[in-house]
């Protein structure tokens, strides 16, 4: 297959672009385009052709459902059956980087589900998607556009290392502002009433959530091991997701400690590191990559899969990084670096 590749710039020849984009779409073609988040690789919600295509193209099991993107959130009712607490989220988060979970409706097909019941939805806050969406009389279901186990992707040329040849186009929008995929929460009820489980941490954080439905339950899967046998809520989790080639391992100690000891990792052999920025003058500059300050977990989400990618480019023979904390964003950051490490921590 030949893959397009356009490069947004002029508003005018954007326009043309994004029209021929939908066209693609609406044919049952697959377009991977930019959001604020990472890329997704698009291809018509409602469409059982086009979800398989998508899950051929990305090497992804047809058991892990996609997200579906809509141009307003009002839409979500067109596909689902959504609720009070979903237009309050909406309210609240959108457009922006939060998936809902909600029970489908007829015209969503069980290929964009993987078989269930529910289906996620999405209003991504991207000039490019946004646009596109409008011009779009469908719902697109798109998944992170990487090939499936490795990093999702925050620039084009990760979209093109990836997935060239196995789409009709990949529309060039530049760096994604965020950088780690949109939270996900289902909305679920018991006896007490309403709640919300979180099933992937993201930009949008528990305590914002919480500013909008007082119960949020985290997933098990969020921060620990699956048990062997045991079904996550989201299917997602099941697989082994964000993996470098090169074995990753998560530091957790005392900062002077854990610096001591990339020093001294540094000397003895051949390892690439995910520092911050307070640590770089006192570490040799060789397969060094900087994530950000160490408060600074906006730059360290912006700046993370990048990094693992460019990381697992080296010849180093492994990769350190800092585990990070379990609150505010870094609940998300921690998600994802610990499944990238196939949860190794070394306590220092
Ligand atoms: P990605 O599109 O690559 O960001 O992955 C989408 C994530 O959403 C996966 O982890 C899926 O398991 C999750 N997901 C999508 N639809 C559902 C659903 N109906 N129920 C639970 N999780 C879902
Ligand atoms: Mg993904």
Do not use: W
Request: negative net charge.
């Amino acid at each position: 297959m030949q893959t397009k590749v356009i490069r947004i710039t002029d508003p005018i020849e954007t326009e043309a672009h994004l029209n021929e984009a939908a066209d693609i779409l609406r044919s049952g073609g697959l377009v991977v385009f930019p959001t604020e988040t990472v890329y997704g690789l698009g291809g018509n919600g409602l469409s059982q052709e086009a979800a398989e295509k998508i899950y051929a193209a990305k090497g992804r099991p047809s058991n892990n459902p996609l997200i579906i993107h809509v141009h307003d959130p009002a839409e979500a009712d067109k596909y689902a059956f959504a609720g009070d607490l979903y237009d309050r989220l909406a309210a609240a988060f959108m457009p922006g980087p939060l998936t809902v979970i909600l029970p489908k409706r007829d015209n969503i097909p069980y290929a964009t589900t993987g078989g269930l019941e529910t289906v996620a939805v999405r209003c991504p806050d991207h000039p490019v998607a946004h646009a596109l969406l409008a011009v779009c009389d469908f719902p697109v279901a798109a998944p992170s556009a990487n090939l499936s186990g490795s990093p999702s992707p925050t620039c084009a040329d990760h979209v093109i290392s990836d997935l060239t040849g196995r789409v009709d186009m990949i529309i060039d929008g530049g760096q994604c502002e965020i950088g780690l995929e949109s939270t996900i929460v289902k909305i679920d009820h018991d006896k007490e009433g309403e709640y919300l489980t979180l099933l992937r941490p993201g930009a949008i954080t528990c305590d914002a959530l919480t500013c909008v439905c007082e119960r949020v339950i985290i997933a098990n899967a969020v921060l620990e091991q699956l048990k062997e046998g045991e079904r996550p809520l989201s299917p997602g989790m099941m697989y082994k997701h964000y993996a470098p080639k090169i074995p990753l391992v998560l530091l957790d100690g005392d900062p002077a400690d854990v610096l001591a000891f990339l020093q001294k990792e540094q000397k003895d052999k051949s390892c690439a590191i995910l520092c911050y920025l307070e640590e770089m003058p006192q570490l040799k500059d060789e397969n060094l990559f900087l994530v950000g300050a160490r408060d600074d977990l906006v730059t360290q989400a912006h700046t993370l899969f990048s990094l693992l990618r460019e990381a697992d480019k080296t010849s180093a023979s492994i990769i350190y990084a800092h585990l990070p904390p379990r609150d505010g964003l870094g609940l998300a950051l921690y998600n994802r670096l610990i499944r990238a490490a196939a949860h190794t921590v070394k306590n220092i």
